[in-house]
């Protein structure tokens, strides 16, 4: 039997491309395996959101490149966002097989029978490229990709030139889809886009994300949705509504801020300032009182000077959230930013970056506190068991240890927190 090995970097929607890409394989008899494992196809679906992101991908594709030295009859496929926007550079790295598109992952194996690539401008297309996978691979919950592309281009970001202006996928699409993976055990579903709110905008006239969320809440067997990173400006009152009757959205809600100073997100080009971030935070508490918040933050864009970093600082703190995800800063060529004056300098944005990870961890120690304080029931799907203990990453992100028997992975659980362990909270299942 053929095997398949992908390695996958960067963010859910590459998880769930890749969950996708190993399904077209399996259809065709070939078994997955690790990647780092001996397999016939290796697959590399890359990334590009920072400098480090693009090395983790050259590396993963020169240590297959060392493989095909003693074996040139292994394949060897890369695709993903590092490829899409550094193609030139790719073939500098040596005997890559075939090259693929952001667009066309979903008939990656067609391409691989025809031992040719597929490579176009991604700005050119204006529809979603449907993929179905069947399960997540290691994975207690699943991700479900709901839209492609964003139409922001923020002066920081790479990702519109990968991913080309926002796509959404057909409502029909979505709904089986999660629909097919339901019926494969997953009580939990975590949806997806590189620009998620902007779900229907581009393919219909009345039917927008959260109309989408309500038919997601009508599938049987489905306890929990999950949403990924929304930008905080499209937390828009059907949205909200929405919340307010779900007995399946969990509390937990991903947003970027990128910068707690409001000079520093005119210069990035976001769509939001301060003021109104913080009454998005205090809308979705109207409904969640005890919600986790995670908040994406970028530490030494350019003009950041010390005055407008403790302004982030001060910003952060004077919020009730869970955890901070610190971007360093990474110059991206073809960006605005990239030829910005007053880049910072490289020690400074590590200094800074450390202060927001204290900070990180002083906010979900407060966050566990609280949910330790008020005794706050929690919800879990089982994902694993390590030395003799089962744990799980709960409703309110936060991660749990329990111990239980006869438990089966992707089984939904109730439990009662009981005290601090390890960088989360010891719990006991509710019967």
């Known amino acids: 039997m053929n095997r398949i090995a992908v390695a996958t970097f960067g963010c859910k929607i590459n998880q769930y491309e890749s969950a996708g890409i190993i399904a077209q394989f399996e259809d065709h008899g070939f078994q997955h395996v690790a990647f780092d494992e001996e397999a016939e196809v290796y697959v590399v679906n890359s990334c590009t959101v920072t400098n480090r992101t693009d090395f983790k991908s050259r590396n993963a594709i020169r240590k297959i490149l060392k493989k095909k030295e003693l074996n040139p009859n ?31 992952k979903n008939i990656i194996y067609d391409l691989y029978c025809a031992k040719q690539d597929s490579f176009d401008d991604i700005m050119k297309y204006k529809e979603f490229s449907e993929m179905k996978a069947t399960e997540m691979y ?47 055990g997953y009580h939990e579903v975590v949806l997806g886009g590189i620009n998620m709110g902007l779900y229907g905008r581009d393919l219909y006239e009345n039917y927008f994300f959260a109309d989408l969320l309500a038919d997601i809440e009508k599938i049987s067997g489905l306890d929990d949705i999950r949403l990924s990173s929304i930008e905080p400006q499209l937390f828009t009152p059907d949205v909200l509504d929405f919340f307010k009757n779900s007995k399946k959205i969990t509390p ?40 986790a918040f995670g908040i994406d933050v970028i530490v030494g864009f350019p003009g950041e000077s010390d005055s407008l970093f403790q302004e982030t600082y001060d910003f952060l703190a004077s919020l009730p959230i869970t955890y901070l995800h ?28 450390n202060k927001l990870i204290d900070l990180s961890n002083i906010l979900t120690k407060k966050y566990i506190d609280l949910i330790l304080t008020q005794k706050i029931e929690l919800t879990a799907v089982v994902e694993e068991e390590l030395d003799g203990m089962w744990t799980s990453l709960s409703d309110h992100f936060v991660r749990i240890y329990y111990y239980g028997k006869n438990l089966k992975k992707k089984e939904k659980i109730r439990v009662k927190p009981i005290r601090p362990y390890k960088e989360g909270i010891k719990v006991e299942i509710i019967d």
């Open 74 to 104: 292994l394949v060897l496929i890369i695709t993903g966002c590092y490829v899409q926007r550094n193609r030139e550079e790719l073939r500098t790295l040596g005997d890559i097989d075939i090259v693929v598109d952001n667009q066309h």
């Open 138 to 184: 290691d994975r207690s919950r699943a991700f479900v990709k709901i839209q492609d592309g964003c139409n922001f281009f923020c002066t920081y970001c790479a990702i519109p030139y990968a991913r080309g202006t926002s796509r959404s996928r057909k409502k029909e699409d979505v709904l089986e889809q999660i629909k097919i993976l339901v019926d494969n």
């Open 252 to 291: 937990h809600f991903h947003i970027p801020l990128q910068s707690g100073s409001d000079s520093i997100l005119k210069a990035m080009k976001r769509h939001y300032d301060t003021a109104e971030f913080r009454q998005t935070i205090s809308n979705i508490i109207s409904i969640f009182p005890n919600a």
């Open 326 to 353: 610190v971007f360093t800063y990474s110059r991206r060529k073809g960006t605005p930013a990239f030829a910005m004056k007053n880049q910072i300098n490289g020690t400074i944005k590590k200094e800074r970056t």
